[in-house]
T-cell receptor, first 114, second 115 residues
Framework: AQKVTQAQTEISVVEKEDVTLDCVYE???????LFWYKQPPSGELVFLIR??????QNEISGRYSWNFQKSTSSFNFTITASQVVDSAVYFC???????????FGKGITLSVRP | DSGVTQTPKHLITATGQRVTLRCSPR?????VYWYQQSLDQGLQFLIQ???????AKGNILERFSAQQFPDLHSELNLSSLELGDSALYFC??????????????FGEGSRLTVL
């Protein structure tokens, strides 16, 4: 079975603060893929990143960075110098193999105050 | 804009009724996925079609059915509706068949309210 845990449910920060969103996953498969999606207030789900289980390199994209650690089964997401537009629900997701279903965590609601 | 179109955006209906949600995938995408988002269950995978054929099944109720047509658009049919079916239904598409092979492009969702 596969499972994604996002223990934080709601986070509130002031603009320009850094914030880290935690994601812990469970799977017995050695091949799997991890994702982060963003759901802004408008409702659609926006893809942020995909990482496969064989690539533990951390990734940085502008103000966003991701820390993948297989030893702790974590795939954490950091937003540096947060902005009001970052306010959204963020989902971590896992899929094992190429054809399995995508399992989402419960999501973290991030509020960035001006 | 993801390129995935869902209609209707909002739908209010009564218990026991039947509704059809429609999804047009991105141009060229062969796979269509349906997800349900509710407060208590979160985001749950329902079903996937690839080039007209059912590819994977998730937590889809027997009262629900879906199909993908030759032009690759898809419809999700929900029947004998119950209050608990109230949710946001997402359609997503991808060029290939596997959910792990790349990002999914999600539509804006169809919000169903069952009264």
């Amino acid at each position: 079975a596969q499972k994604v845990t996002q223990a934080q449910t709601e986070i509130s920060v002031v603009e320009k603060e850094d914030v880290t969103l935690d994601c812990v996953y469970e799977t017995r498969d050695t091949t799997y893929y991890l994702f982060w999606y963003k759901q802004p207030p408008s409702g659609e789900l926006v893809f942020l990143i995909r990482r496969n289980s064989f690539d533990e390199q951390n990734e940085i994209s502008g103000r966003y960075s991701w820390n993948f650690q297989k030893s702790t089964s974590s795939f954490n997401f950091t937003i540096t110098a947060s902005q009001v537009v970052d306010s959204a629900v963020y989902f971590c997701a896992l899929v094992t193999g190429a054809n399995s279903k995508l399992t989402f965590g419960k999501g973290i609601t991030l509020s960035v105050r001006p | 804009d993801s390129g995935v179109t869902q209609t209707p955006k909002h739908l209010i209906t009564a218990t026991g009724q039947r509704v059809t949600l429609r999804c047009s995938p991105r141009s060229g995408d062969l796979s269509v996925y349906w997800y349900q988002q509710s407060l208590d269950q979160g985001l749950q995978f329902l079903i996937q079609y690839y080039n007209g054929e059912e590819r994977a099944k998730g937590n889809i109720l027997e009262r629900f059915s879906a199909q993908q047509f030759p032009d690759l658009h898809s419809e999700l049919n929900l029947s004998s509706l119950e209050l608990g079916d109230s949710a946001l239904y997402f359609c997503a598409s991808s060029p290939r068949g596997g959910q792990g092979t790349g990002e999914l492009f999600f539509g804006e969702g169809s919000r169903l309210t069952v009264l």
